[in-house]
């Protein structure tokens, strides 16, 4: 705790972070608030995760009633470990996962890029629970969803006030980034042009 509280963490570094995805499921997904393009912000930090080398973690919320996560997802994601989890939160399974990842790292994870659904639910509930660890949690909002509005900026303004770092997905890729001299500053610059949303 007390190396996180020394380094200057305000932006998300590469190095330092892990990438989770949240129950971006078959039976949930159609009921999302504009569902299509809150999976494709996801899709756009699966593939920056990729490029600058961020670990990713997907979740399913009671996959044997909610489905698995959406193909589309999982066909990018061949090799990307997913856990099944009952409770809202994902916070056990992230820290044993990130507890497994840091036995190989030289630089222990620091830091939590969240998105997915339902931004009021297990997104929130996972990043309080994670900030109460000593990780740092940035959400990207334009990568979560709700069935409605109102519960996703609620959702939002409560992660703020607790100490969330809310961000949009482009703006954490290029963090990811940091420099335009970065050897692979180039494929994300091809990645972001052909946004399309």
Known sequence: MSELMTKD?????AADCCLVLIDLQERL?????QGETVLAVCQFLQQAARIFSVPTLLTEQYPQGL???????????AE??????????????ILQHVQSLNETRAEPIR????????????VLQTALEL???????????????SRFEADRSLGLQRMSAAGV????????????CGTAEHPRFRELSQLVRHRGY
């Open 80 to 93: 990307t470990p997913r856990v099944a989890k009952l409770r809202f939160s994902a916070a056990v399974e």
């Open 9 to 13: 963490l305000r932006t998300v570094r």
């Open 111 to 122: 830091q939590i890029c969240l998105a997915g659904i339902e931004t009021h639910v297990c």
């Open 29 to 33: 997904m159609p009921v999302i608030r």
């Open 67 to 77: 489905g698995p996560v959406v193909p589309g997802l999982l066909e990018s994601a």
């Open 165 to 176: 770092q809310i961000a949009a997905a482009e703006s954490l890729a290029f963090e990811w």
């Open 131 to 145: 900030l109460g660890s000593g990780l740092q949690v940035f959400t990207a909002a334009d990568a979560t969803g």
